[in-house]
């Protein structure tokens, strides 16, 4: 079955240093890779995707994910965190139906607080 | 371009009532999604639509009810709600294009407290 794992229910980071969000994956062929973003009382929004090629992804507000196959990971990255980074990152993962149509699993979700 | 749009915003419910959530995209997608999402468990699809007129089965169907009858709008339906259906619902919608890795847009949510 097509599944994501984030091993971090939170992560806190100092305002300015890098952040790294991880995900690993557990999939059957070529992954279709996702993250998405939610702040507080909002709905998620799309951040970057993994389809084929580059194993480094650019995103929505200078956020990049690092797709490495061996390790079966895509880590969200930053270089330096804002305060307003603050949010609920959710990593997910296409699958497809017994229907014939793809669908996106998602992760539990990772807590990031950046701190002043 | 509101994008996607949810009514209501909140609500609170007694055991046993019934709602409909409304859903509605201005971005003319072909599919759309309703998910719910309870602390620790992320985002679980209840039921989802890959055009006018066709509803499907997600993760979590029981307990819920879905109709498309307008591309544009996508209802879910609580017959007799119960406290375990406490939760925020999202909607998503996408072009889905069958075979492609498609962007779902959602809507801010709809929390739900079922007493």
């Known amino acids: 079955a097509q599944s994501v794992a984030q091993p971090e229910d939170q992560v806190n980071v100092a305002e300015g240093n890098p952040l790294t969000v991880k995900c690993t994956y557990s999939v059957s062929g070529n992954p279709y890779l996702f993250w998405y973003v939610q702040y507080p009382n909002r709905g998620l929004q799309f951040l970057l995707k993994y389809i084929t090629g580059d194993n480094l992804v650019k995103g929505s507000y200078g956020f990049e994910a690092e797709f490495n196959k061996s390790q079966t990971s895509f880590h969200l990255k930053k270089p330096s965190a804002l305060v307003s980074d603050s949010a609920l990152y959710f990593c997910?993962?296409?699958?497809?139906?017994?229907?014939?149509?793809?669908?996106?699993?998602f992760g539990k979700g990772t807590k990031l607080s950046v701190i002043p | 371009n509101a994008g996607v749009t949810q009514t209501p915003k909140f609500r609170v419910l007694k055991t046993g009532q019934s709602m409909t959530l409304l859903c509605a995209q201005d971005m003319n997608h072909e599919y759309m999604y309703w998910y719910r999402q309870d602390p620790g468990m992320g985002l679980r699809l209840i039921h989802y639509s890959v055009g006018e007129g066709t509803t499907a089965k997600g993760e979590v169907p029981d307990g819920y009810n879905v109709s498309r009858l307008k591309k544009q709008n996508f209802l879910l339906g609580l017959e007799s709600a119960a406290p375990s259906q406490t939760s925020v619902y999202f909607c998503?919608?996408?072009?889905?294009?069958?075979?492609?890795?498609?962007?779902?847009?959602f809507g801010p949510g709809t929390r739900l407290l079922v007493l």
């Open positions: 998503a919608s996408s072009y889905g294009t069958s075979g492609m890795a498609e962007t779902q847009y």
């Open positions: 997910a993962v296409r699958r497809l139906t017994g229907a014939g149509s793809y669908q996106l699993t």
